[in-house]
Structure formats: structure tokens, C-alpha cells
């Protein structure tokens, strides 16, 4: 019988054996602690919480001074004593305090409080800087080049454009034509559809430009539709037009001085300025927009016109800031 049991328990791993080929690590050494029973209270249900037992915070030892003035700094901080070697009392240690000098007392080695602290400098405002925060906030549509104007005009006024049918496609059927601040080039492609010999569509945007040789493109290939009554483009598409008689030019139309207008010749029989003089007034000033009346005067042929939309005084206000050289 006793040899079953001790059978039993070697495999049982409950014989334990006196000593272990490989000594137990001292980091792996627990300690059992017995904490001490009152017999009065064996289950300590009336002792307090562990919780409420507050730790002792251990007491950091200040760094000493470091560098040449170390040891001059580790006497300053020591407490003053009188002739036999003795710290002083209170009320004298205030005394000799109050007596002696602030460089005596501070170390120049130890950092004081407050310097840590960065200094904070104040950035004075000028008027460039306003000037640049004015330009950047305005920078986008400084021009009027916006990139959903005519979205915005079809949600106004419908699908074709009002100026079409006041102006008619037999002002420009035969005619060269001139289109300033085209934009997306929906306007332009209509009057290049209506007959005209040739159409020049000017912006000063590049991607605008850009837009607009990409409208054109897709509207040849019958995936767009232009600022026209949906009756009109499909009659105009009947005649399978190419559209070889338009282009788009990108670029300032504001020449940039006022002897460079005699330079220019008769080109065109007529010229469209359809809501941009005022981005010309507010950009380039008052001579700026004479400038380019006296362009178009100078670049129309005999018996040429001039259709013009300038817009209301009203809409100034609103875009009265677009750059600094312009108040109104």
C-alpha cells in the first residue's frame, strides 16, 4: 500500500525533493510576509483599509551644482553659523539673510525660476503684412475668374445665356471676332456655332483657359452641352461643326503701358467685354481700364462694335478690397 501512494505521488509531482540541481535565482526569491493578528480582530475587519493608508513620499536629494563656480554655490547654500561653528537661530539666520547682498545669495550656477520661460515676442504689424494677408485671402478670384461663373449664371437666369439672344448669331455670322475675359469658354464656343469667321477667347486664368479647350473638346464629341436652348445646340449640331475656327488665348489684356497701344492694329470686326471692367478698374485703376478702351478702340476695323457689360457700382463694395492700392 505505502509503495502505491509514493508511486502515485512521484507522479503527481507531490514529492518534493530536497535540493534542486539549479539554484533558485535571487530576483525569483519571494518573501512571505505574516502580517501581524490581533487577537482580538483575527480577520482584521476592524482594521482600516488599505486604500486610506497614505504612502510615504520619499524625499528627492536636490542635484548639486555643477561647473568652475560648484564649490561657491555649495557654500552659499549652506546655512550661515556663528564664530564657534554653529548654525545661527531663526531670527538670527534672517538677520545675517537680510544683510547680506542678492549675488551672494543667489548662485549664478543654479537656473533660477522663471528662466526656463521663453520669451515671448511681440510681432509688430505693418502695413506689407496686411497688405500680403489682403492679397493671399483675395488671391483666388482676384480677377472675377471664377471657376463656376457660368454654373452660377445658369442657375440664375436657365440653360442659354440672356446675352445670346439679345445679341443674335447674325452679329457674328461672317465676322472676326474678339471675346475679352472668357472664361470657361461656353459664351465663346456659341459665337464660334453661330457663323463667325474666326473667335479669339482672352483670359487672364491659365486654367480657365484651359477649361475652356477641354469644353470644347468635349463638346464636339457630344458630351456637353453649352449656355444654349437645348433646341438651338441641337440645330447647331446638325451642321456638324469643328470648331477649327476657335481658339483660346491665355494672358493680361491690360497692356502694361500706355505707349504700347499705338502698336496695335485692326483685327477684328467685333469685340465682346461681357462683365470685366470692373476686375479691370479694381486691378489695374482708372487708367488701366482706359487703356484697354483705347486697346479695343485701336484693335477694331473700320465700322467695327464694341459689345459692352460693365456691371453695377453696387457690386464694387463687395470686392472693393481685392488689393491694397484699391479703396472706393
Known amino acids: ?32 510576509e505574516v502580517p501581524e493578528l490581533d487577537p482580538t480582530d483575527p480577520l482584521m475587519l476592524l482594521a482600516p483599509p488599505m486604500s486610506s493608508i497614505k504612502k510615504r513620499k520619499r524625499k528627492r536629494k536636490a542635484s548639486s551644482p555643477v561647473g568652475p563656480n560648484a564649490k561657491e554655490a555649495k557654500l552659499s547654500e549652506m546655512p550661515p553659523t556663528d564664530s564657534t561653528g554653529r548654525p545661527l537661530k531663526l531670527s538670527l539666520m534672517r538677520k545675517s539673510l537680510s544683510n547680506r ?49 457660368y454654373g452660377y449664371r445658369v442657375k440664375k437666369y436657365g440653360p442659354e445665356d440672356p446675352r445670346l439672344s439679345l445679341l443674335g448669331p447674325e452679329r457674328f455670322e461672317g465676322k472676326d471676332v474678339l471675346d475679352i475675359g472668357c472664361n470657361s469658354g ?24 484651359n477649361q475652356a479647350i477641354k469644353n470644347q473638346r468635349l463638346f464636339l464629341a457630344g458630351e456637353r452641352s453649352i449656355v444654349l436652348d437645348e433646341k438651338k445646340e441641337l440645330e447647331l449640331r446638325a451642321s456638324k461643326p469643328t470648331l477649327k475656327n476657335l481658339i483660346f488665348v ?58 459692352l457689360e460693365p456691371q453695377p457700382y453696387s457690386s464694387y463694395t463687395l470686392k472693393k478690397n481685392v488689393t491694397v492700392s484699391v479703396r472706393i
Not at 291 to 302: D, K, S, T, V
Request: hydrophobic share 40%; aromatic share 8%.
Open 101 to 149: 547682498t542678492i549675488s551672494e545669495i543667489v548662485s549664478p550656477v543654479v537656473p533660477q525660476p522663471g528662466e526656463w520661460r521663453r520669451k515671448v515676442h511681440k510681432k509688430i504689424v505693418t502695413a506689407s503684412i496686411i497688405a500680403a494677408a489682403i492679397d493671399k485671402k483675395h488671391s483666388s478670384y482676384r480677377y472675377g475668374n471664377y471657376d463656376r461663373y
Open 250 to 307: 491665355s494672358g493680361d489684356y491690360v497692356l502694361k503701358e500706355d505707349c504700347m497701344v499705338d502698336e496695335q492694329k485692326q483685327h477684328f470686326d467685333v469685340i465682346t467685354c461681357l462683365s470685366v471692367t470692373k476686375w479691370i478698374q479694381l486691378n489695374h485703376g482708372d487708367a488701366g481700364l482706359k487703356r484697354a478702351f483705347r486697346r479695343m478702340f485701336a484693335q477694331l476695323r473700320p465700322g467695327g462694335v464694341l459689345y
Open 186 to 209: 461656353e459664351l465663346t464656343i456659341a459665337m464660334a456655332l453661330f457663323g463667325a469667321k474666326s473667335v479669339v477667347g482672352v483670359d487672364i486664368d491659365a486654367d480657365l483657359i
Open 1 to 32: 500500500m505505502e509503495e502505491i501512494v509514493v508511486h502515485f505521488g512521484r507522479l503527481m509531482n507531490a514529492v518534493t525533493p530536497k535540493s534542486s540541481p539549479l539554484p533558485t535565482p535571487k530576483h525569483r526569491r519571494e518573501k512571505i
